[in-house]
């Protein structure tokens, strides 16, 4: 992030075709699906006034509702970076496309759809990145009327082949005054052929066994593994990851620690993608440096 006392920051260019996805595979997690466009906005005197919403999806095909709690959970996080009430980038926020389920969407759910996309964003911002897909080819729209924007991909784009992989563990547990508890079983599998989708995490686990926060964190070191091991905006192949087991201290737990489990259980998947065999059992790896048997 900028240094506080630069906050807001007036970015030059807009970061476009930001999506953010949430599954309801598992059937714990809402269904939301969206794409933002996150464009520079001229910052007034006050310097306060320094993010805008705009909804572009029309009623009849995303409910009001849904796309209200888009832009307030997109401008809820970045405020939650804020310095003295100033946000740290003058954001405008256009909701350009999106796709809800009956029975399976929520307020909620679009809420943090939104967070997402804010957080994906400002990492653009960051570093001068394109955003990660989700998504090779969109849902249809739900009503003829509604032309959606055009959702960039390579031409040509297919994914390799990728085996599955089952019951990776990850233990990362340190006794100390500032302790580390994170312990998480994942399965790494292909999509289907004819899916829609580039990556999807399906959790299994309510908030009482693992609070949400948490899995996002685990999914989000998941899917930036992927991405680091293919084109950075791609995983390296179309991959359903499902979180079917962890465990959490109420103190020793956060969401760095989460997100870094996340990153070991992508690295012994590929690990194994590319070595052959299954899962090493580890009974503790560090936060850092290589794992005991390779020290």
Same mark, same amino acid.
């Given at each position: 992030?900028?240094?506080?006392?630069?906050?807001?920051?007036?970015?030059?260019?807009?970061?476009?075709?930001?999506?953010?996805?949430?599954?309801?595979?598992?059937?714990?997690?809402?269904?939301?699906?969206?794409?933002?466009?996150?464009?520079?906005?001229?910052?007034?005197?006050? !310097?306060?006034?320094?993010?805008?919403?705009?909804?572009?999806?029309?009623?009849?095909?995303?409910?009001?509702?849904?796309?209200?709690?888009?832009?307030?959970?997109?401008?809820?996080?970045?405020?939650?970076?804020?310095?003295?009430?100033?946000?740290?980038?003058?954001?405008?926020?256009?909701?350009?496309?999106?796709?809800?389920?009956?029975?399976?969407?929520?307020?909620?759910?679009?809420?943090?759809?939104?967070?997402?996309?804010?957080?994906?964003?400002?990492?653009?911002?960051?570093?001068?990145?394109?955003?990660?897909?989700?998504?090779?080819?969109?849902? $249809?729209?739900?009503?003829?009327?509604?032309?959606?924007?055009? /959702?960039?991909?390579?031409?040509?784009?297919?994914?390799?082949?990728?085996?599955?992989?089952?019951?990776? /563990?990850?233990?990362?547990?340190?006794?100390?005054?500032?302790?580390?508890?994170?312990?998480?079983?994942?399965?790494?599998?292909?999509?289907? $052929?004819?899916?829609?989708?580039?990556?999807?995490?399906?959790?299994?686990?309510?908030?009482?066994?693992?609070?949400?926060?948490?899995?996002?964190?685990?999914?989000?070191?998941?899917?930036?593994?992927?991405?680091?091991?293919?084109?950075?905006?791609?995983?390296?192949?179309?991959?359903?990851?499902?979180? /079917?087991?962890?465990?959490? /201290?109420?103190?020793?737990?956060?969401?760095?620690?989460?997100?870094?489990?996340?990153?070991? $259980?992508?690295?012994?998947?590929? !690990?194994?993608?590319?070595?052959?065999?299954?899962?090493?059992?580890?009974?503790?790896?560090?936060?850092?440096?290589?794992?005991?048997?390779?020290?």
């Amino acid at each position: 992030m900028p240094g506080v006392r630069d906050f807001p920051i007036e970015i030059e260019h807009p970061v476009t075709d930001v999506q953010a996805y949430l599954s309801s595979a598992g059937g714990v997690r809402p269904y939301a699906l969206a794409a933002a466009d996150f464009e520079p906005l001229p910052v007034g005197e006050d !310097r306060t006034d320094v993010l805008a919403f705009v909804n572009e999806v029309p009623a009849d095909e995303l409910p009001p509702r849904f796309a209200v709690a888009f832009g307030e959970g997109a401008m809820a996080q970045l405020r939650q970076w804020s310095y003295r009430g100033v946000p740290p980038y003058a954001l405008r926020i256009r909701l350009r496309d999106a796709r809800w389920r009956e029975q399976e969407s929520s307020e909620a759910g679009f809420g943090w759809a939104g967070r997402r996309a804010a957080r994906e964003a400002a990492r653009c911002i960051e570093n001068d990145a394109r955003p990660r897909a989700y998504v090779k080819r969109w849902p $249809a729209p739900r009503t003829a009327a509604f032309s959606p924007p055009g /959702h960039y991909l390579p031409q040509g784009w297919t994914s390799p082949v990728f085996h599955p992989v089952r019951d990776v /563990h990850i233990r990362l547990v340190t006794a100390s005054a500032c302790g580390v508890f994170a312990i998480a079983t994942a399965d790494f599998e292909p999509l289907p $052929a004819g899916s829609d989708l580039l990556f999807e995490f399906e959790c299994e686990l309510t908030d009482s066994r693992l609070p949400h926060e948490y899995a996002e964190a685990f999914e989000l070191g998941v899917h930036e593994t992927l991405c680091a091991a293919g084109t950075g905006r791609l995983p390296t192949a179309a991959v359903r990851v499902r979180l /079917h087991d962890a465990k959490w /201290h109420p103190v020793d737990s956060n969401e760095r620690i989460f997100i870094e489990a996340g990153r070991r $259980a992508a690295a012994e998947a590929l !690990r194994c993608q590319t070595e052959g065999g299954s899962p090493v059992p580890v009974d503790h790896w560090p936060i850092r440096g290589p794992r005991p048997a390779e020290a």
